[in-house]
């Protein structure tokens, strides 16, 4: 991040201005401290710079609290990028929050602003890989909330809710995926419908969070019908599984309706529903929606199209 050289002109230009005098202490190690960062010395400039931030005669320059942010940045960026707790990352942060509080220039505000932005993409990039590597929602959502709190500090006007949606998406598709191939992990289910329905919340017609919410309570109510036809409930418990087969069949067809109605060719919307009506024993619905897949020429019995897979 090459974006702080144009400040040590500046700052030097700042000192001659003074006429003959000489810097004082505190001065001339902030000056110091910007121009080893510049030389590529970020482990002396910290020594520097930590010195000044301290001092009463310097503690309130923006400038130096800047130049810290930069300073550590360059120590941060060997080894902490992916990590997400970080002492260096937090004296970033720390540093350029005190900055802003000091109310600088443009010019400052505006590196200022970039490097929040740097630092925020690293935070979201940890959450992807808490979710996808490890499958560790908490440890996701704590990186994500990072992430979203320096993005829009970074730019209060920035729209997040395109983001917000694509991560929540991006949660619920991949514990929803958990959860069909093992319908024992509440964990993944729970995880999955909570991240899916603040995703609806948002975008109530999303396709992608209205099928995976469907098939989701379609894969229990056909696991249950399942179970009846393989013989593994009792006569006495027959009914009451059936009833919650239904049930979770109707919770599964308002979702894949919303897809259905904005789109009646969407192919795996119209199986997703003859599935349904199929638990429901809605004999006029499996008869149309039957025809809808010869239409589009879907084969009902084509594992390879199920919704569930």
């Known amino acids: 991040m090459k974006v702080m050289c144009k400040y040590l002109k500046l700052m030097l230009l700042a000192g001659f201005m003074l006429g003959s005098m000489v810097l004082n202490a505190q001065e001339a190690k902030l000056v110091r401290a910007q121009a080893l960062y510049n030389e590529k010395k970020p482990d002396i400039a910290r020594l520097c710079i930590d010195s000044v931030v301290t001092h009463p005669e310097t503690a309130k320059r923006y400038e130096a609290w800047t130049i810290r942010g930069f300073v550590y940045y360059e120590i941060y960026k060997r080894n902490d990028k992916n990590v997400l707790e970080s002492s260096l990352r937090d004296t970033i942060i720390s540093s350029i929050k005190r900055s802003n509080q000091l109310k600088p220039d443009a010019d400052y505000k505006s590196q200022n602003d970039k490097i929040l932005s740097t630092v925020s993409v690293h935070y979201r990039s940890i959450a992807r890989s808490y979710l996808f590597e490890q499958s560790n929602y908490e440890l996701s959502l704590k990186a994500y909330n990072n992430f979203r709190e320096l993005f829009l500090l970074a730019d209060s006007t920035a729209n997040i809710k395109e983001k917000d949606i694509e991560y929540n998406l991006a949660v619920g598709s991949h514990f929803s995926d958990k959860f069909n191939l093992d319908k024992g992990n509440v964990k993944a289910f729970e995880i999955a419908k909570v991240t899916l329905m603040k995703a609806l ?37 027959v009914d009451i599984i059936q009833d919650d087969a239904a049930k979770l069949a109707k919770q599964a067809e308002q979702f894949f309706l919303k897809v259905y109605n904005q789109n009646n060719k969407n192919r795996k919307a119209v199986l997703a529903l003859y599935y349904v009506y199929d638990v429901l024993l809605d004999e006029a619905k499996i008869l149309a929606f039957e025809q809808k897949c010869k239409e589009l020429k879907i084969q009902v019995m084509d594992e390879s199209s199920n919704p569930k897979k």
């Open 201 to 237: 919340e948002m975008n109530p017609t999303d396709t992608s969070a209205n099928m995976n919410m469907g098939v989701m309570y379609l894969n229990q109510a056909t696991s249950l019908i399942e179970k009846i036809d393989a013989g593994e409930a009792s006569i006495k418990d």
